[in-house]
């Protein structure tokens, strides 16, 4: 089994700036992707950015050039640095790895921006 723990949300005003962070741990030889998702009231979850185990980034159209993802390998950690921030941003963020072809979710962290 992989545990994910996400930290880092909060309340913050808009144009403010967070800092998310995902540890993995457990079972998590082969850990390849860790990616970023977000859910907002009434809707489905979507996807917000993804880091490959090749150093590749993916980034949502509504957050690009905004939010950073980036990792720690050594910590089997991923970070969402989120600039610029705006109130439609406000939603859970999970966190979601796969490892060996399965996938694992955190239990979210609530990011909420005030206008």
């Known amino acids: 089994q992989v545990q994910l723990v996400e930290s880092g949300g909060g309340l913050v005003q808009a144009g403010g700036s967070l800092r998310l962070s995902c540890v993995a741990s457990?079972?998590?030889?082969?850990?390849?992707?860790m990616a970023w998702y977000r859910q907002a009231p009434g809707k489905q979850r979507e996807f917000v950015a993804i880091?490959?185990?090749?150093?590749?980034?993916y980034y949502a159209t509504s957050v690009k050039g905004r939010f950073t993802i980036s990792r720690d390998n050594a910590k089997n950690t991923v970070y969402l640095q989120m600039n610029s921030l705006k109130p439609e941003d406000t939603a859970v963020y999970y966190c979601?790895?796969?490892?060996?072809?399965?996938?694992?979710w955190g239990q979210g962290t609530q990011v909420t921006v005030s206008s």
């Open positions: 979601k790895s796969v490892v060996r072809g399965s996938d694992y």
């Open positions: 457990g079972d998590v030889f082969g850990l390849n992707v």
């Open positions: 880091h490959t185990n090749g150093d590749s980034t």
